[in-house]
């Protein structure tokens, strides 16, 4: 799936050392996906990494633009149940 970054999503992949690749495949082929509980045009992406000890990554990108465009990526360390 194309997908493009905010300049916010792109500054915080670079500080929280996540990589482009793992963002990606969580837009692409996320373990699952939540609607977002403020703003029904967002969908948070989950999906566990394994160069990272199986952490969860938590992508959360814009569904109705066109590509997709991700907002923000955080390593989501409540998410455990994937």
């Given at each position: 799936m194309e997908y493009?970054?905010?300049?916010?999503?792109?500054?915080?992949?670079i500080k929280r050392k996540i990589?482009?690749?793992?963002v990606a495949a969580a837009v692409?082929?996320?373990?699952?996906?939540?609607?977002?509980?403020d703003d029904s045009t967002l969908v948070h992406a989950?999906?566990?990494i394994p160069e990272r000890n199986f952490?969860?990554?938590r992508v959360i990108y814009n569904e109705t633009a066109d590509p997709v465009v991700v907002v923000t990526?955080?390593?989501?360390d409540g998410a455990t149940d994937l």
């Open positions: 493009a970054l905010t300049e916010h999503a792109r500054k915080r992949c990589r482009l690749e793992w692409a082929h996320p373990s699952r996906t939540e609607n977002d509980e989950l999906l566990a952490r969860v990554l990526a955080y390593f989501d």
